[in-house]
């Protein structure tokens, strides 16, 4: 479904992306590892329309997307999450999720000001898809607190809540165990396999926890110092040389 | 135990305190016949002078101390320690609360002087300029300096429009508003992309062209002597002057058999002002709790996110200046209808400056804030007239007595607690 053909990224004389393809199908979950600085969050950042990438292709489903304003990458079903965790601090956590919902609500303002039965009925839906993914994410006692006050392992997994009310058809996670306890990885674990195998959602997930990534990835793409380095599955990425040597040279 | 960089920072706080104040308040002109001479002022003066450079010295020595003592007293601040009150509980005492202060602004003006009157309804005017202010500034985040000039544009649209037109107040009233609120849109759009200091000083820029532009575009708008005239409100073709105007219209005191009185006319404004705010009030609240509000805080609170979930920054910030000018509009078209008069001298920066202040003391966000805010600002000066020309001393001085005390506004805003069905 999302086919990235030879993408580089230029920051004035630094290539911090070279060259790098991937794919991903449905029904996937798609690894990107690689040393600190090797340019994952950049190529998440030119997949999900906040840079323009300086050279390359980004399809999805057949359609090109590189360069597209974000919040039009966003509303075609790929949605992410950041590195460093971005939710609407001083509003609640289910105001984030309504927020998330945007596209699925009347935004008309007449129909909102005299509250019409149809603006009501799809705010009550959106209500309802924000309960059910509280539940989901064990969030649903702080469902109005502020964001801003949660401990730091909920707001990781409001925030992939939030993604998740959009309706996403590829979700991006940029690193979401960091700053997890493993109780909590071991959780964030199973969200993500079920988030591909009960909500049918393609998964590309950046993450440095290695036990993670080998349990749940399908496919594994590793960059070093922006260029492509190896790609296979866990078992091939295991035993790559290059890999090996790539990491044992960053330790 | 007070440090040596405390005290070097101390005194030279002090004598420019003393640099400043020599010429401002130390010397006085004086025309002595055709000739103006320098003087001296009275010992009384040099006295406040030397008091206020050794206050600021004290104070600038000891500052951390006087500071963290000050952030400890919680016994000036009564709503400390309180508990919030269920949702529930709280919204059914608001809303009894709301609805006695309201009925109580209705019976109000029959009882008490013109000038109180007058005065409410300008109370009423801040109102509105700083609820639609608080859209922009407070939900959306965007911090803009020249509101002033919607509220310009409204009152010299109905000013013109009666002028060369004759068109009444109701009819100027939505139009004055939604002129001011594509002129919102229109500098929605070059503003874009700015944030910040930038923002402010680019809407600083519009409020002074506009005020510019009156002041010189001297054939149509009157220039610096503005434009007087313009006709009061009349209700349903009544008017309330002691002669009818416009041909066709009927007299209030007339049709109703009762005395002339110029009252009758002030409390009208005033109630239009009332229902005015009060609309005003209520459609902004119905905003905030819409999808349009919730994006314009979310937009506040981190733009990045909010355009990773498909929220355009386009939309969402010129919504929030347009409706924003949209008020301001209207706010503009009702004081022009009262003062009879408006030039660009009541559209200067101050003006901005002081809505501004509103939004801010009242608690960015939080509308019964804003509301105590504009009744505070607008009355408290009035109140001591003796000090105005301290008046924005004390101003000055509020401002930052809130930000140490208060830093979050007289009553921040609260969030709206949402019942959710567990269980699907
Ligand atoms: N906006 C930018 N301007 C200039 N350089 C940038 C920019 N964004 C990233 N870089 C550089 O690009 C390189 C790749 O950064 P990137 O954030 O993509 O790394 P990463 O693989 O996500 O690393 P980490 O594991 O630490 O998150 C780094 O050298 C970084 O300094
Ligand atoms: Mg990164």
Redesign the pocket.
């Known amino acids: 479904m999302l086919e990235v053909q030879n993408l580089s990224m230029r ?2 004389g ?1 290539l ?2 070279d060259q790098v393809s991937l794919d991903v199908q449905e029904h996937e979950i798609v690894s990107i590892i ?10 998440f ?1 030119c997949m999900s329309g906040f ?1 323009k990438p300086s050279g390359g292709k980004i399809l999805f489903r057949g359609q090109e997307i590189q360069g597209k304003p974000d919040y039009r990458i966003s509303r075609l079903g790929l949605v992410r999450t950041f ?1 460093h965790v971005r939710l609407f601090g001083r509003m609640t956590v289910v105001e984030n999720l309504m927020v998330a919902q945007h596209r699925h609500l009347n935004t008309n303002l007449l129909s909102g000001l005299v509250a019409t039965p149809n603006y009501r009925a799809r705010e009550q839906k959106a209500l309802d898809r924000a309960s059910y993914w509280l539940e989901r994410v064990g969030l649903m006692e702080m469902a109005n607190r502020e964001a801003g006050n949660l401990a730091y392992g909920q707001q990781r997994r409001l925030e992939i809540a939030r993604c998740m009310v959009t309706e996403p058809q590829l979700l991006m996670l ?2 979401p165990a960091a700053g997890l306890n493993p109780a909590e990885t071991r959780d964030l674990d199973q969200l993500i396999i079920s988030l591909k195998e009960d909500y049918n959602v393609s998964v590309v997930l ?1 993450e ?1 926890d290695m036990s993670l990534v080998m349990g749940i990835s399908d496919r594994i793409n590793v ?1 070093s110092q ?1 260029r492509p380095l190896a790609s296979g599955t866990p078992d091939e990425i295991r035993n790559n040389d290059d890999v090996i040597k790539a990491y044992l040279g960053e330790a | 135990m007070v440090a040596a960089h405390n005290l070097k920072h101390a005194l030279f706080c002090a004598v420019i305190t003393l640099v400043i104040s020599w010429p401002i308040m130390g010397l006085k002109l004086e025309a002595v016949g055709t000739q103006i001479t320098l003087q001296g002022a009275d010992p009384f003066t040099w006295i406040a002078i030397g008091v206020a450079a050794l206050a600021v010295f004290l104070f600038q020595l000891f500052r951390e101390a006087i500071l963290g003592r000050l952030g400890m007293l919680k016994s000036l601040n009564p709503m400390a320690d309180r508990k919030p009150m269920p949702q529930e509980k709280r919204l059914k005492l608001e809303s009894i609360g709301l609805t006695l202060l309201i009925v109580l602004a209705l019976i109000w003006p029959f009882f008490v002087s013109r000038g109180s009157v007058d005065l409410a309804t300008l109370v009423l005017i801040y109102i509105m300029l700083a609820l639609g202010l608080n859209v922009v500034v407070g939900l959306a985040g965007l911090l803009d300096l020249g509101y002033v000039a919607f509220y310009a544009v409204g009152a010299y649209t109905f000013a013109l429009l009666s002028q060369y037109w004759g068109i009444s107040f109701w009819m100027a009233l939505p139009i004055g508003a939604l002129l001011a609120a594509l002129f919102g849109l229109v500098l929605g759009f070059p503003v874009l992309r700015l944030r910040g200091d930038y923002l402010a000083i680019v809407t600083l820029g519009f409020g002074e062209i506009i005020r510019i532009l009156l002041n010189n575009w001297t054939n149509v708008t009157g220039g610096p002597n503005g434009i007087g005239g313009i006709p009061d409100p009349t209700l349903f073709g009544m008017e309330f002057g002691r002669r009818v105007k416009e041909e066709g219209n009927v007299s209030f005191h007339e049709t109703f058999g009762i005395a002339y009185s110029g009252e009758h006319k002030v409390i009208f404004l005033y109630l239009i002002a009332l229902v005015l705010a009060v609309f005003t009030g209520l459609v902004i609240r119905r905003l905030m709790r819409m999808p349009v509000g919730r994006a314009w805080e979310a937009l506040r609170e981190d733009e990045i996110a909010a355009r990773s979930l498909g929220l355009s920054r386009t939309g969402v910030k010129l919504s929030a200046f347009t409706i924003g000018a949209f008020f301001a509009g209207f706010a503009g078209t009702v004081f022009a209808s009262k003062q009879g008069f408006i030039s660009p001298e009541s559209f200067v920066f101050l003006e901005s400056a002081i809505i501004l202040a509103i939004v801010v003391l009242g608690g960015m966000g939080s509308q019964m804030g804003v509301i105590l805010a504009a009744i505070a600002v607008t009355i408290l000066p009035e109140l001591a007239r003796e000090f105005s020309e301290y008046r924005m001393l004390i101003f000055g001085a509020a401002m930052v007595l809130m930000m140490v005390w208060r830093p979050q506004g007289l009553l921040p805003m609260r969030r709206r607690q949402i019942k959710l069905s567990t269980g699907e």
């Open positions: 920051f004035g630094l911090a992306v690689g040393p600190n600085g090797a340019g994952k969050t950049t190529v950042n840079y590195q940029d690193e950046i440095h960059i922006g």
